[in-house]
Each structure stands twice: as C-alpha cells, then as structure tokens.
C-alpha cells in the first residue's frame, strides 16, 4: 500500500545533515509507528486531512506529543515542503510505515546543494529484522544436516586444537560437568571421551546433527547427555564447570536473544568454572551458512559479556575451511564475577 503524505518542519536547516537518528511516534488510537529523522520540532498530516498533530523531541530524547488540533491555515509548508512516499507492514497487528523522503532549502535560504534525506539504511534493517522474525531456525539447520556431508560445512575440524588448548590451560578435571553449546556432530565429545571426561552434554538445535554424532560414537554415545533445543531458550537443569561455545553464539544477532543466553550462563555456571566463547571476528566473515552473524573483538565481547563476567583471556585464530578459505575466529575466556 502506498500514500503520499506532505511533512513540513521549522527545524534550523543548517543542522540538516546530523538528523540522521530514529525517532519513533506512536498513535495508540490508529495503533501504527512512524520511523522518522530526529528533528527538533515537526508537523505531519495526510493530504487528504486538515487535522494534525504538532509534535517536539525533548532534551532527553524522549517523544511528547504536544497539541492534537486542526490549523486555521498552512504556515508552515512555504518554509518546507516536500512529498513523502510510504509502504506499510502488518507485523503482529501493528502497521509499520517506512519512509523516505527527500527536500530543498526554502528559497530565501536556498543552498548550493539540495539537501537530500534518505532512510535507505532505517528501511533495510527493518526489512531484515522482518525476515528474521519469519526465519524458521532450526527447520533451516535440520535442512544442512541432512543434505550436507560432515566435510562439506566450513566449521569441520577433525581436531579442535583451539577448543581442546583451553581444557589444558584451565586443567579442567575429567570429572568437570563439560557443556558444548552448538556442539552437533563436532568432533570435540570424541577427544573429550577418549581423554577421560566423564560427564558431557552436547547441545544442538538440529536433532539429525546429534543423531550424526551419535551413529558415528557408536556406544560411546551413551555416555554423553544429548541436548535438542535453541541455545537461545536453553533452560539447563544442572550447573556447569566448564561453557564452551564455538561459533553458536554469534548466530544470535537479536538484544534479547543475547541478553538470554548470557542469562543462562550466569545462572547456571558453577562460580568457579570457566565460559569459553568463539566468533568470527571483525576480519571475519559476515555470514555463515547463509545466516547472518555477529561478529566480535576482544573488546566488543568483553565489553558485551562485563556484567557478568571477568575475561581471562583472548586470542585470534585463523581456521582453514574444508575449501581451503581462511575465517578468523576471536575466543575469549571468561570467569563469573564474584558477587558479595
């Protein structure tokens, strides 16, 4: 659905190319959101309507409406004025309205170059925040697992000499209760097995890539704890010694999914055992397995993860994919901070 809408603003021009934040206006009679450009104070209406609302971003960056009324006269579309163009999405009963929009200086202080606004970048990420609300996850991670052969994904190592380094380096014990979040069919529960530990649990959206790692431990896999579910909505049913994550974390790319595994970790790793997690760094790629990703530095990690827990440490390591192409991993180690 498309409709013109005539926005006009008294807004200081020359401050024009800063007003490139967000501001969002909600009608909880016509229950829809406007995603505009932060500007000090603004009129909008339909064109087919007198009746509008005057609207004025605070100080403290919040939203009030001031006055709901109808004009006498338009005295405020010869300083500004242009067309606005928007499309519309119904989103859990809510309409969300996307703009963009572009406008010239009033002429009395017209300047050499037309000042042009977009939302291109406003749009985009709304788009593909809708597409991921629709992304069915592990319908898409059941779906690799069953059509593709264990070498023919970029994360297969026959030994994760970097996972397997950090046991060393904490000296985990064999009777350590060990978690490997996203561990599907890893090799890493083979060498954990024939190193002794005693008390395993893999955890993996995909139950055809915990059935794989079962087939190939054969009997040995009774002596592991198979875990099916999302990482992001893990509820574990005992506490752990020692966390490790190698590239399931940086699939989740939603605030809250974030703030839920973290939550998690805090709940339900023992207060001295020890959380390990590896991403695609900054040099990194940007999508996995035609998913999107988060990447992280040593210090967008740790600064991510500060609330509740102290690094240990961090290091970069570049892994060779079975196509011979080089991604850059970044792993940090992390201790519970100790509360009082």
Same mark, same amino acid.
């Given at each position: 659905? +498309?409709?013109?809408?005539?926005?006009?603003? $008294?807004? #200081?021009?020359?401050?024009?190319?800063?007003?490139?934040?967000?501001?969002?206006?909600?009608?909880?009679?016509?229950? =829809?959101?406007?995603?505009?450009?932060? &500007? $000090? !104070?603004?009129?909008?209406?339909?064109?087919?309507?007198? +009746?509008?609302?005057?609207?004025?971003?605070?100080?403290?960056?919040?939203?009030?409406? &001031?006055?709901? $009324?109808?004009?006498?006269?338009?005295?405020?579309?010869?300083?500004?004025?242009?067309?606005?163009?928007?499309?519309?999405?119904?989103?859990?009963?809510?309409?969300?309205?996307?703009?963009?929009?572009?406008? #010239?200086?009033?002429?009395?202080?017209?300047?050499?170059?037309?000042?042009?606004?977009?939302?291109?970048?406003?749009?985009?990420? *709304?788009?593909?925040?809708?597409?991921?609300?629709?992304?069915?996850? /592990?319908?898409?991670?059941?779906?690799?697992?069953?059509?593709?052969?264990?070498?023919?994904?970029?994360?297969?190592?026959?030994?994760?000499?970097?996972?397997?380094?950090?046991?060393?380096?904490?000296?985990?014990?064999? @009777?350590?209760?060990?978690?490997?979040?996203?561990?599907?069919?890893?090799?890493?529960?083979?060498?954990? *097995?024939?190193?002794?530990?005693?008390?395993?649990?893999? *955890?993996?959206?995909?139950?055809?890539?915990?059935?794989?790692?079962?087939?190939?431990?054969?009997?040995?896999?009774?002596?592991?704890?198979?875990?099916?579910?999302?990482?992001?909505?893990?509820?574990?049913?005992?506490?752990?010694?020692?966390?490790?994550?190698?590239?399931?974390? +940086?699939?989740?790319?939603?605030?809250?999914?974030?703030?839920?595994? *973290?939550?998690?970790?805090?709940?339900?790793?023992?207060?001295?055992?020890?959380?390990?997690?590896?991403? =695609?760094?900054?040099?990194?790629?940007?999508?996995?397995?035609?998913?999107?990703? /988060?990447?992280?530095? %040593?210090?967008?990690?740790?600064? $991510?993860?500060?609330?509740?827990? %102290?690094?240990? /440490? !961090?290091?970069?390591?570049?892994?060779? @994919?079975?196509?011979? @192409?080089?991604? #850059?991993?970044? =792993?940090?180690?992390?201790?519970?901070?100790?509360?009082?």
């Amino acid at each position: 659905m +498309h409709k013109a809408l005539t926005f006009a603003s $008294r807004t #200081n021009q020359r401050s024009a190319p800063s007003l490139q934040k967000r501001v969002l206006l909600s009608d909880p009679k016509k229950k =829809f959101n406007f995603f505009l450009p932060t &500007l $000090r !104070c603004f009129n909008f209406f339909a064109t087919q309507s007198r +009746h509008f609302k005057t609207a004025k971003l605070t100080t403290d960056k919040n939203f009030n409406e &001031l006055t709901d $009324r109808t004009p006498a006269g338009n005295t405020v579309l010869p300083k500004w004025r242009q067309k606005c163009y928007y499309e519309t999405f119904v989103q859990n009963s809510t309409a969300v309205i996307l703009m963009n929009f572009s406008a #010239n200086n009033p002429p009395l202080r017209q300047s050499p170059k037309t000042l042009c606004l977009t939302l291109k970048d406003d749009i985009a990420t *709304l788009k593909r925040h809708r597409k991921m609300k629709n992304f069915d996850r /592990k319908k898409h991670w059941e779906n690799i697992y069953q059509t593709k052969e264990l070498k023919d994904v970029s994360w297969f190592q026959p030994t994760p000499e970097t996972s397997l380094d950090f046991f060393k380096q904490f000296n985990v014990p064999t @009777t350590a209760k060990v978690i490997d979040i996203g561990g599907g069919d890893s090799f890493l529960v083979d060498h954990l *097995l024939d190193l002794g530990y005693k008390d395993i649990s893999v *955890l993996d959206i995909s139950a055809a890539a915990i059935d794989r790692a079962k087939q190939r431990l054969g009997d040995k896999a009774k002596n592991v704890k198979w875990i099916v579910t999302d990482a992001a909505t893990f509820k574990p049913t005992e506490k752990y010694d020692f966390w490790h994550d190698r590239a399931a974390f +940086h699939f989740l790319t939603d605030e809250q999914e974030i703030s839920n595994y *973290l939550e998690t970790a805090r709940q339900n790793i023992n207060s001295t055992g020890v959380l390990v997690i590896g991403t =695609f760094s900054e040099q990194g790629p940007k999508k996995c397995s035609g998913i999107e990703i /988060k990447q992280y530095s %040593e210090t967008t990690m740790t600064d $991510r993860l500060k609330n509740f827990f %102290e690094k240990i /440490k !961090c290091i970069t390591v570049d892994h060779k @994919t079975p196509f011979d @192409t080089i991604q #850059n991993f970044v =792993f940090c180690s992390f201790r519970k901070l100790q509360t009082t």
